[in-house]
């Protein structure tokens, strides 16, 4: 009888015999199906494109830590008690004011050490930047707030906003586009790191400069922005702290609070403001 031609198999089939105290044992191994490797390649190529670093202002990881991710962690480490990020987002007053102060001497480098001191795994970042208004606050969100993946952000803005630069109209930055700056800046921390947010009400000063727009003095109107901090806070269930009435509230004159300009920190100042900050930090378990 002739022999019949073979057609091409439509899968492998392997068989191996293994002696086991004289068992034998068989292992088959399943067909693969035609195209099942460049499928198997393109999901991996799928699963790359979604790893990929993420814009900032669209996108964000998990919070919680997958099951396979926690399981790299030592045992006697929870995800709760992982280091905290605090960013203090600001104008010169987060920065490091007027250049008069050492910073070492700066109430966000205060603030780092006594958290540490009181054994709260904190990380604090500064990143205030002299001069700025909220619209460059804005400007730069993405890199010096939304990067560090905080866990809660302190926003300090208002005095460049309301300034009025001689032979200006008004003032830099109008008192509703700071208000809606303010929002934009919450909205976009919360969506993107889901941080908790916290306003400053900005403190007193004492500077008498005549505003040239002929809307009041300097110092009075500090009191009008921070109106919008409070309104923003309410209206978006935010906390405030609130250095306005700290420094009012004080047996120290103003006067020594700031220095010959009469709107940033003195030394006692710095040291008052991060004295606010800390139990403001504390009081509502911002480091847990």
């Keep these: 009888m002739g022999a019949c031609p073979l057609t091409r198999p439509r899968f492998h089939l392997?068989?191996?015999?293994?002696c086991l105290c004289s068992a034998p044992l068989t292992l088959t191994l399943s067909p693969r199906k035609r195209g099942e490797k460049g499928q198997k390649s393109s999901r991996r190529s799928e699963r790359g494109k979604d790893q990929?670093?993420?814009?900032?202002?669209?996108?964000?990881p998990p919070r919680r830590l997958s099951p396979h991710m926690a399981n790299l962690i030592p045992s006697n480490t929870s995800e709760e008690s992982m280091s905290k990020t605090i960013v203090m987002f600001g104008d010169s007053i987060t920065h490091t004011g007027s250049g008069e102060v050492p910073a070492k001497q700066h109430w966000p480098v205060l603030l780092q050490q006594w958290l540490g001191r009181d054994g709260h795994d904190v990380r604090v970042i500064n990143s205030?930047?002299?001069?700025?208004?909220?619209?460059q606050g804005l400007a730069r969100i993405d890199?010096?707030?939304?990067?560090?993946?905080p866990d809660v952000v302190f926003v300090e803005f208002g005095f460049n906003d309301n300034?009025?630069?001689?032979?200006?109209?008004?003032?830099?930055?109008?008192?509703d586009d700071y208000v809606a700056n303010l929002r934009k800046i919450v909205t976009l921390t919360q969506q993107v790191t889901h941080a908790k947010v916290v306003l400053i009400a900005n403190h007193p000063t004492t500077a008498e400069e005549e505003n040239p727009a002929g809307s009041g003095k300097y110092k009075e109107k500090p009191q009008h922005y921070n109106r919008g901090?409070?309104?923003?806070?309410?209206?978006m269930g935010l906390l405030v702290c609130d250095l306005h009435a700290a420094?009012?509230?004080?047996?120290?004159?103003?006067?020594?609070?700031?220095?010959a300009?009469?709107?940033?920190?003195?030394?006692?100042?710095a040291r008052r403001y991060a004295e606010v900050v800390y139990d403001f930090i504390v009081k509502n378990g911002l480091t847990k």
Aim: charged share 30%; glycine share 12%.
């Design 14 to 18: 392997l068989c191996v015999s293994v």
């Design 52 to 60: 990929r670093e993420p814009c900032l202002t669209g996108w964000r």
């Design 128 to 135: 205030g930047v002299g001069g700025h208004t909220t619209e």
């Design 143 to 149: 890199r010096d707030v939304l990067a560090h993946r």
């Design 163 to 175: 300034h009025v630069v001689p032979g200006a109209d008004g003032p830099r930055v109008g008192f």
């Design 229 to 235: 901090v409070r309104r923003v806070a309410k209206e």
């Design 247 to 259: 420094f009012a509230d004080r047996e120290h004159p103003l006067e020594e609070l700031v220095i």
């Design 261 to 269: 300009d009469g709107l940033h920190l003195s030394a006692e100042g």
